[in-house]
Nanobody
Framework: QVQLVESGGGLVQTGGSLSLSCAVSGRTFSSVRMGWFRQAPGKEREFVALISRNGGTYYADSVKGRFTISRDNAKNTVYLKMNNLKPEDTAVYYC?????????????????WGKGTLVTVSS
């Protein structure tokens, strides 16, 4: 199995930047497809970004050009760099893993989840 621990959430002003990290353990990291999802108050969990084990990336339209997902296999860590943050980005951000390398961007395809880290963007 896979254990995921997010870090880096906090309070930032509109237009600011924040970087999230997700430490992965319990399985060969290079074989795991990783994604970031978020859930705002009163809303459903939504896809944010995904990176395959080979480095291919996908982004939600709402964050394209502002967020960047990356992975460091040597450190068993996935990152989400968030720039030009907006109040609409306020949410709990979750790191997730798909050990079967599915092509789906749905949250249902992710088998393991972190506990989440809160990002609050104020104005």
């Amino acid at each position: 199995q896979v254990q995921l621990v997010e870090s880096g959430g906090g309070l930032v002003q509109t237009g600011g930047s924040l970087s999230l990290s997700c430490a992965v353990s319990g399985r060969t990291f290079s074989s795991v497809r990783m994604g970031w999802f978020r859930q705002a108050p009163g809303k459903e969990r939504e896809f944010v970004a995904l990176i395959s084990r080979n480095g291919g990336t996908y982004y939600a339209d709402s964050v394209k050009g502002r967020f960047t997902i990356s992975r460091d296999n040597a450190k068993n860590t996935v990152y989400l760099k968030m720039n030009n943050l907006k109040p609409e980005d306020t949410a709990v951000y979750y790191c997730a893993a798909d050990v079967h390398d599915s092509s789906s961007l749905s949250a249902d395809a992710m088998e393991y989840w972190g506990k989440g880290t809160l990002v609050t963007v104020s104005s």
